[in-house]
């Protein structure tokens, strides 16, 4: 299996912009898609971006395109997620997870997971 760690997250106003990273160890970095969901309190965890195992395809949630880019480092066993004009709602933990196959959009679809950092938007 892969291990997942996430990094990154923090408190910031909104209109900021952070930048999360997620390093991966044991099997083979681009056997998997890699993407990010988050959960609020209270609610679901919610699919937020991911993107493909070397041919850069990406697909985000309505709510993040145009302010969010997920990006990949093979070379380095990382992905990012980079976030931009962030608003309170984007307050959540967010998560990195894997996938085994296609291009997951759902929090069930993915097969590993980090253990999720805090993301805390103040208005």
Do not use: H
Not at 9 to 18: F, R, Y
Not at 98 to 109: H, I, N, V
């Amino acid at each position: 299996q892969v291990q997942l760690v996430e990094s990154g997250g923090g408190l910031v106003q909104a209109g900021g912009s952070l930048r999360l990273s997620c390093a991966a160890s044991g099997r083979t970095f681009t056997n998997y898609a890699m993407g990010w969901l988050r959960q609020a309190p209270g609610k679901e965890r919610e699919f937020v971006a991911v993107i493909g195992r070397s041919d850069g395809s990406t697909y985000y949630a309505d709510s993040v395109k145009g302010r969010f880019t997920i990006s990949r480092d093979n070379a380095k066993n990382t992905v990012y997620l980079q976030m931009n004009s962030l608003k309170p709602d984007d307050t959540a933990v967010y998560y990195c997870a894997g996938g085994l196959f296609g291009l997951p959009t759902r929090a069930d679809l993915f097969d590993y997971w980090g253990q999720g950092t805090q993301v805390t938007v103040s208005s």
